[in-house]
């Protein structure tokens, strides 16, 4: 079945340094999906992106959506403490089930 | 809008006891999903249901079961609960399926004992 790999696990950054995450799907992707979990909450829908090569930009974040629509990264610049969180990305396959399949998340702690 | 709403939010049982779990989607929402969030798993889809019906199903054990009801609202059941079912079940709404983000709840959090 599909599989969606999301790196790093976990990635801890200074107030004000870059932040990246990146997501790779083993299938095609009709769409995907971020989502933003707060330690202690439910995920939160962020974007989503269709098209290929597709970047879209949310105030210091960046989405990205690959030519092949089987990659896609999320950026943050000068991160805040606010940032914190789990970053989720879910792929939509093409065809087939419209089921999104979630990665595992990329847990970004913001030091002050 | 009124958010999803999830009861309880907070559940503890004992092996081999069953629950039940109550969601309520966003108005005028009628696709309910419910995943499982663990932190070894990350989230597990468990089924998704549309007008009372279940549309696609995960990969857990026939233990696990849900339905839904005429106004949209759905509940999961697990049965004879292990000390693996331990976890945070999510339930979210959308408008339709396809392109629809998903909206989820804040979760109910089960600890099996």
């Known amino acids: 079945g599909q599989q969606v790999m999301q790196i790093p696990q976990y990635q801890h950054v200074q107030e004000g340094e870059d932040f990246t995450t990146y997501c790779n799907s083993s299938t095609t992707l009709s769409n995907i999906q971020w989502y933003k979990q707060r330690p202690g909450g439910h995920p939160v829908f962020l974007i989503q992106?269709?098209?290929?090569?597709e970047v879209k930009k949310q105030k210091r974040l960046t989405f990205q959506f690959g030519e092949a629509k089987k990659n896609s990264s999320l950026h943050i610049t000068a991160t805040q403490t606010t940032d914190v969180g789990t970053y989720f990305c879910?792929?939509?396959?093409?065809?087939?089930?419209?089921?999104?399949?979630f990665g595992r998340g990329t847990s970004l702690i913001v030091h002050p | 809008k009124a958010g999803v709403t999830q009861t309880p939010r907070y559940l503890i049982k004992t092996r081999g006891q069953q629950v039940t779990l109550s969601c309520s989607p966003i108005s005028g929402h009628r696709s309910v999903s419910w995943y499982q969030q663990t932190p070894g798993q990350g989230l597990q889809f468990l089924f998704e249901y549309f007008s009372e019906t279940q549309r696609n199903k995960g990969n857990f054990p026939g233990r696990f079961s849900g339905r839904q009801f005429s106004n949209s609202r759905s509940e999961m059941n697990v049965s004879t609960l292990e000390l693996g079912d331990s976890a945070l079940y999510l339930c979210?709404?959308?408008?339709?399926?396809?392109?629809?983000?998903?909206?989820f709840g804040n979760g109910t959090r089960l600890t099996v004992t």
């Open positions: 879910a792929g939509r396959p093409s065809g087939g089930s419209y089921i999104p399949t």
């Open positions: 992106l269709v098209k290929s090569g």
């Open positions: 979210a709404s959308s408008f339709e399926k396809g392109n629809s983000p998903l909206h």
